[in-house]
């Protein structure tokens, strides 16, 4: 059974340990070892501060009781009138499950209930699961990339997808 809801103050670990999880995955083979260890530990942070602030709005997936993704959604600082998900996680004990897709209709129906048209994400140029799998739900490039750096001075490309709410 997978539950989407609103996370709770009192999820900001679970958050934390997604995003580490999923982050170690997905993003730290492009990065220097020490640089990538140093970025999961600090992605287990910050997600009790980020509840308080209420600054957007932060889903969290459960299968079966265990919290296994995320998502943060707020209006796009760069595209006015519309939304973009700054962040959009599964624990790799989630993939092939459904739970990401469950998320990404929980997330765009949230979305909808807010009034955005429309909404815009980036992610990495050289993840094809990601890739695939927001094409699968429904988004498709919008022709613009940007580098991005992580910290470590080192920037990775990344591409915009958008859709539809």
């Known amino acids: ?3 989407v ?4 103050p009192a999820d900001g670990d679970a958050l934390g340990e997604i995003h580490a999880a999923a982050w170690e995955a997905s993003h730290a083979p492009f990065f220097q070892p020490e ?3 140093r970025a999961v530990r600090s992605r287990r942070t910050g997600w009790h501060e980020r509840i308080a602030a209420g600054t957007g709005t ?8 265990r919290p296994l993704a995320l998502s943060f ?4 600082p760069t595209r006015p009138g519309l939304a ?6 599964c624990h790799p ?4 499950t459904g739970i990401a897709a469950a998320l990404m209709t929980g997330t765009l129906r949230q979305l909808h209930d807010d009034g955005y048209p429309r909404v815009h994400l980036w992610t990495l140029r050289d993840t094809p699961q990601s890739r695939r799998f927001y094409t699968k739900c429904g988004f498709t490039e919008s022709g613009t990339t940007r580098t991005f750096d992580y ?3 080192n920037p990775v490309a990344q591409i915009a997808y958008e859709r539809a709410c």
């Open 5 to 8: 809801r609103r996370a709770r």
């Open 1 to 3: 059974m997978i539950e």
């Open 84 to 89: 973009e998900i700054f962040s959009f996680y």
């Open 151 to 153: 910290g470590d001075g």
């Open 58 to 65: 932060i889903l969290l997936a459960e299968r079966s009781g």
């Open 93 to 96: 004990d989630g993939w092939g």
């Open 73 to 76: 959604l707020r209006p796009s």
């Open 35 to 37: 640089f990538a260890a």
